[in-house]
């Protein structure tokens, strides 16, 4: 199915809108080589840095894992799965432990908590979600895609530690990065009248 047209010809023709408008999530079967640079990961990490942030806790933290690190991480998942269904048949294993390897680069995101008398750890998630919006956005505007995915592995706090990530980090999810195929899948778009209201009180 094609993709929705954009709402106004103006932000057809705007450069940063057109790319805000145009982004789309591509699953990890369609993400190849290459992956993102460093240079390249870097601007979407300062990107991710530009997000809304309540006293400036700056709870953002990213995790790259390339190469042969995927294997391990996939062992890691593997064992975490294991260790919370112990009956977990071999083929099922087999798949998560493949997981990591299904695009050149994949990113844990996370966010570092800390007590605050007046920003609550919801607000502190809310804004490293922010910012891994403002990450994904960063690498579809240099050409690459992008899948956000969760699994319950995020909630062990082995994966976590084995990841260096500290006992109070909240991991937010795994980010699938690399390069699109040509015919990546564009989703339609439902109309934005179905997600705004005024309110006159």
Known sequence: MPEAPFPTPEA???PALHALLARASVPPRLLHDPAPDAPALAVAVAAALRAPDH????PWR????QGEARARLGDLLAQSMLARAPETPEARLAL???KPLRAPLLVAAGAALRPH???PDWEQEATAAAGIMNFLNALDAQGF?????SSPALQDPA?????????????LGWIYVGT????????VRPAVDGFWRDWAG
């Not at 990213?62 to 894992?65: A, R, S, T």
């Open 12 to 14: 057809d023709a705007n």
């Open 55 to 58: 006293g400036g806790l700056r």
């Open 62 to 65: 990213f995790l790259g894992i």
């Open 96 to 98: 998560e432990r493949a």
């Open 117 to 119: 008398p007046k920003i």
């Open 145 to 149: 895609g992008c899948c956000w995915l």
């Open 159 to 171: 994966i976590k530690a084995a990841l260096g990530f500290a006992e109070t980090d909240r991991l």
């Open 180 to 187: 699109p195929a040509a015919d990546r899948p564009r989703p």
